[in-house]
């Protein structure tokens, strides 16, 4: 009998079971603030060892009212080179432009564009649409500064939600669109529907049931959870650009990204779904040499769109 299952690096391997054992932290609502202090204190190790390995300048910026985390590669021009307009993760609660350091910085580097990251509002705070109304505004303002066929949006999970969201919220709105999307493990149906919500709770070591249908509460408020604006996998995706998609066969969002590549090739989209055997929800965010290789295809995508 042969043996089965992924071929994972060793660092994969490892992390999946430190990973495992530290399980799912459920926050509760009255010690949210802790846990997103918590979670910035996990990853700060990681942001600062992207960040140094950085060459280029990371700089705050106000644009259209909204704060900006600016990450501009070395040789970097603002006449001729791409800009990317980037969404944090978090499920909407949790998360930060800070901690999102670890995916921008090296994907800054390799694409040689510059990416914006707003800080968007968080839930339950600022529910639905608060956060989404925070990307709205910034995105017209990169418009205004950059030709369209040199934008990139993306984000990863929560943010990449806000991403598809934001193509849509643009082509809807009569504004140029960007000349392609990234999208990393989307999380962008909040009803949570899919198979893998069944074969990957438990299996995916980042991300449970329990966790995702909090945060969607959390978020929605009122707002039925298969709302088009909540969760862009029910709106309408033609006309939208080229997009990259990435998840891992234990992903608990798999299921949801197989849907929206379906949607998006479905409307004459062309749409790359790429899924990584054995690893799991948004594993770019990991020190594991498969993140390093999903930037760079991601990198790779946004140089083949975007024009000089």
């Known amino acids: 009998m042969s043996a089965r299952g992924a071929i994972l690096s060793a660092e994969a391997v490892a992390l999946i079971d430190e990973l495992e054992r530290a399980g799912v932290v459920v926050p509760r609502r009255e010690a949210l603030a802790e846990h997103r ?101 910034v995105y017209p303002a990169l418009l205004d500064r950059h030709d369209a066929a040199r934008l990139a949006v993306a984000g990863e999970s929560a943010g990449g939600n ?15 669109l960007p000349a392609c999307a990234v999208l990393l493990s989307p999380w ?66 798999l299921s949801q990204c197989l849907r929206l590549a379906a949607k998006l090739r479905a409307a004459g989209v062309a749409c790359d779904l790429r899924v990584h055997d054995g690893l799991w929800h948004v594993f770019e965010f990991y020190p594991i040499p498969e993140a390093a290789v999903s930037i760079g295809e991601a990198a790779d995508f946004i140089r083949a769109h975007c024009a000089a």
Do not use: K
């Open 37 to 137: 202090a918590a979670v910035r204190a996990g990853f700060t190790p990681w942001v600062e060892a992207a960040v140094a390995a950085f060459e280029g300048d990371i700089e705050n910026q106000t644009i259209a009212e909204v704060d900006c985390r600016v990450l501009t590669p070395a040789g970097w021009r603002e006449e001729c080179d791409a800009c990317m307009l980037y969404a944090f993760g978090g499920g909407f609660v949790s998360g930060s432009t800070f901690e999102d350091q670890i995916i921008a910085a090296p994907l800054a580097q390799a694409a040689g564009a510059r990416i914006v990251m707003p800080e968007y509002r968080l839930s339950p705070e600022h529910p639905y649409p608060a956060p989404q109304r925070d990307m709205h505004a």
């Open 162 to 176: 806000q991403a598809l969201g934001l193509l849509q919220h643009a082509r809807d709105h009569d504004l140029v």
């Open 188 to 253: 962008c149906d909040l009803a949570n529907r899919g198979d893998s919500h069944v074969f990957n709770d438990g299996r995916d070591p980042t991300l449970d049931n329990a966790w995702v249908d909090l945060a969607a509460d959390w978020h929605a408020g009122d707002t039925p959870r298969d709302d088009p604006g909540l969760s862009p996998l029910y709106a309408d995706m033609a006309g939208l650009p080229p997009t990259l998609i990435t998840s891992g066969s234990r992903d608990l969002l």
